[in-house]
């Protein structure tokens, strides 16, 4: 097939969401006529860039705007100063990104890519999309538009590319492809005769590719979260293939299709509803086990920041997990799977929990480094190994510098974390006193009648805060992503301005350079 008769659709996902992305830009191609490849950017060799034709690229944005772990090597790649502004004088390109609005490198990822493609002579197809999180359809809200944008502007330039038109038939839309997976189901007496050991059922979280026979439900408990995450929309495509009900077919087909979007929306993001639940509210449809589970959501890993230092406790890991509950617009409760499965163990037994360790975003301060913590809520939890770590520092004698933290709850009562940790810390001489140029303030939010928060106790502050940015103070911000760290780094922008003496936009680009060198960290999380 000539090239420049297929879509290369690179993709670069942390959770799934841009793998889903691109399956459905070559889903809707493929519908089309044209012949697509998928292809991660870790599996693909970036030197063979210049010999496609047309590339489309879906990317995420991690953290504050990190490149996704599959894309690191790819983008490391085209940084080299030996590529040429024509390197990519033949190819042409697409980007959408995915990201989080509430971030403050909102889809940073794909805007920094989309300029490297160009600025190596790259062609764009079409102005970059950006899906948004935050927005009633998540990343499909930007998607939906995108796409069609992509096919009118392909199709232009070369009909070719689509034999079978720009626009779908209700037939197209109507055929279903084979499942990707296939599935071989053993009697007990055959798994044995075939398996010298019998049923594993130490698959690993999230683990899909079996050598080896496992229980069904083993299979499902490990592997498939049905009961905590929502399906995705191409599951209700699926689902209306296998609904033998015609008002349920119907109603399944109006939620896949872009007109039925924002109720789809309504009914299953919104609502948070799971897989068991979409499926009981379909009673006619009946699945083959391998589109489920292609389909469902896998269970993932859960990651939480490390509380406790090394140094301190060697040989053991403290976290910090809220305990996550809420109730959704139609009154139907929920809890988070894994904080409320850790609160439901005993303390007094021993419990075997698989764990993964990851470098994460926040490095470890040198002693001699002042530093600026906020973390209000969990986001204390890295910040008690930081403190925890000085304090034996300060032990051995060892110069340390100043601490101010910047802790924030709802109320003292029931939610002030540490709270003898910190005071104990604070007071006659430790590392978080105002003896050793320190210094521990809290927010209470909801102990008094107008909201209070970190932000506040920041300029409350600000001539100490100021006082430790100029003796080259490390910020560190940790917690909520939703405003939090835009709040703070607005407090962090008229400390600057005022105590500084400077323009607005001399203290933007004060932080900038702060940032840049390596001193201002954010970890933040949904």
Known sequence: MEKS??????????????????????????????????????????????????????????GQGDTPNPMKAFWTYLLQ???????????????FGLGDSGYQKYNFVAKKLDKRLADLGGTSIIERGLGDDQHPS??????DPWMSSLWSVLYNENRQLFPKGLDISASDTRMLDQPKLHITYLDLDEVHLKSPA???????N???????????????????????????????????????????????????????????????????????????????VNMPFEWLVQLTPPLKTRAFSISSSPLVHPNQVHLTVSIVSWTTPFKRKRTGLCSNWLASLDPHQRVCIPAWFHKGSLPAPAPSLPLILIGPGTGC??????????????????????????????????????????????????VLSEEKGG????????????????????????????DLLSKGAAVYVAGSSNNMPADVLAAFEEIVATEGGVSREDAVRWLRTLEKGGKYHVEAWA
């Open 198 to 204: 019998g049923i594993d059922d130490s698959l690993e």
């Open 138 to 143: 998540g990343y499909e809200g930007a998607l």
């Open 439 to 466: 210094g521990f303030y809290v927010a209470f939010s909801r102990d008094q009648p107008h909201k209070v928060y970190v932000q506040h106790k920041m300029k409350e502050q600000c001539v100490k805060i100021w």
């Open 81 to 95: 100063r030996s590529l040429t502004r024509q390197w990519l004088e033949n190819t042409d390109y697409a980007v």
């Open 381 to 430: 939890a890295p910040f008690r190994g930081f403190v925890e770590e000085r304090a034996l520092e300060a032990s051995k004698s060892i110069p340390t510098s100043p601490i101010l933290f910047f802790f924030g709850c709802r109320n003292e009562q029931n939610d002030f974390l540490y709270k003898d940790f910190w005071i104990s810390h604070s007071q006659n001489g430790g």
């Open 5 to 62: 008769r297929q879509l290369l659709i690179l993709y670069a996902t942390e959770t799934g969401n841009a793998l889903d992305a691109a399956e459905r830009i070559g889903r809707e191609a493929e519908r089309r006529g044209c012949p697509v490849r998928i292809v991660s950017l870790d599996e693909f060799d970036p030197s063979s860039l210049p010999s496609e034709k047309i590339v489309i690229f879906v990317v995420s944005t991690t």
């Open 206 to 284: 999230g683990e899909r590719a079996l050598n080896i026979p496992i229980k069904l439900r083993r299979f499902v408990e490990l592997t498939m979260d049905i009961a905590s995450a929502s399906p995705r929309r191409y599951f209700f495509e699926v689902m209306s293939f296998f609904a033998t009900a015609e008002h349920e077919k119907e109603r399944l087909q109006y939620f896949a299709s872009p007109e039925g979007r924002d109720d789809l929306y309504q009914y299953n993001q919104k609502e948070r509803r799971t897989v068991l639940e979409v499926l009981e509210d379909f009673p006619s």
